[in-house]
Each structure stands twice: as structure tokens, then as C-alpha cells.
């Protein structure tokens, strides 16, 4: 019997995959359970849409990080800092401090965990990498200056 799986099973297949399944595997298991339902014309066509608005979807999301990235390298961000008496930061610039300052400047909201950066501890300019998608990185200019 042909079913469409619901949700992963370990050693029969993954999500909205078909497969054959024993008749009373299915209809004694599977279904009953909500695990899968019987691969029949409606359920395959609700599974084509769902995958096609799925895909429209990424695709979109996709588009929009190009575009965030396309505004992100354009900007360089100035971050004002205290300096001690040999010219060196006080602790480091962190990807918290210029995630918050992304969000002061230039109205752009973005987690800290996307942000790579090497630890800033001169003044001067530096670079980050924000990862927008797993297909999308972005360089970000970093203006480190005294605080006075």
C-alpha cells in the first residue's frame, strides 16, 4: 500500500516522502497513529502544492538576504570605545556590541549568532562576516574609534 509519511521514521523514510508500506503495517500502524496517510490522488496533490509554496517560500527568503547583504556592504558602522593608556581596548569588540550598534545606526536587526567576527581589540577598521542564509554572507566595514 502506497502512503505519504507524515513525519520521519526511523528506517522506513523522512517526511512527505511515498513509500510502499505493507497493507497491515499501514493500515494498523501508520495510519492510526497519524504517522502517514494513504497516497491517494488529493494527498499527493496537497503534498505537490505544500512543496511548491515550500520552495516559492526559500526562494523568497533567499532573495531577501541578497538584498539585506547588497545594503549591509554598503554601511560601515562606528563603534566608540574606551582606550587605555597604551592604545589598546579594554576588553574586545563583541558580535553582541555590533549587532547593537547595526541596530542603532542603520535600523538592521540582526542575532549575534550570525555574526563571525575575530576578536577587535585596536582601534582602526576591521571586518565581520554576518551569515543572512546558509547561501548568503555579507562583510561588514567596522570603524573602531576612542571614546572621549
Do not use: C, R, W
Amino acid at each position: 500500500m502506497k502512503v505519504i509519511l507524515l513525519q520521519d521514521i526511523k528506517g522506513v523514510g523522512k517526511k512527505d516522502q511515498t513509500i510502499n508500506a505493507s497493507d497491515g503495517y499501514a493500515k494498523n500502524f501508520l495510519i492510526p497513529k497519524k504517522m502517514a496517510v494513504e497516497a491517494n490522488k488529493a494527498n499527493i496533490n496537497k503534498l505537490e502544492k505544500q512543496q511548491a509554496e515550500a520552495e516559492a517560500k526559500a526562494l523568497e527568503e533567499l532573495e531577501k538576504a541578497k538584498e539585506l547583504a547588497k545594503l549591509i556592504e554598503e554601511k560601515t558602522i562606528n563603534i566608540k570605545v574606551k582606550i587605555g593608556n597604551n592604545g589598546k581596548l579594554f576588553g574586545a569588540v563583541t558580535n553582541k556590541e555590533i549587532s547593537h550598534e547595526l541596530k542603532e545606526q542603520f535600523n538592521i536587526d540582526i542575532d549575534k549568532k550570525k555574526i563571525v567576527v575575530d576578536a577587535i581589540k585596536a582601534v582602526g577598521e576591521a571586518k565581520a562576516t554576518i551569515k543572512l542564509h546558509p547561501q548568503v554572507s555579507a562583510e561588514l566595514k567596522i570603524s573602531v574609534t576612542e571614546l572621549k
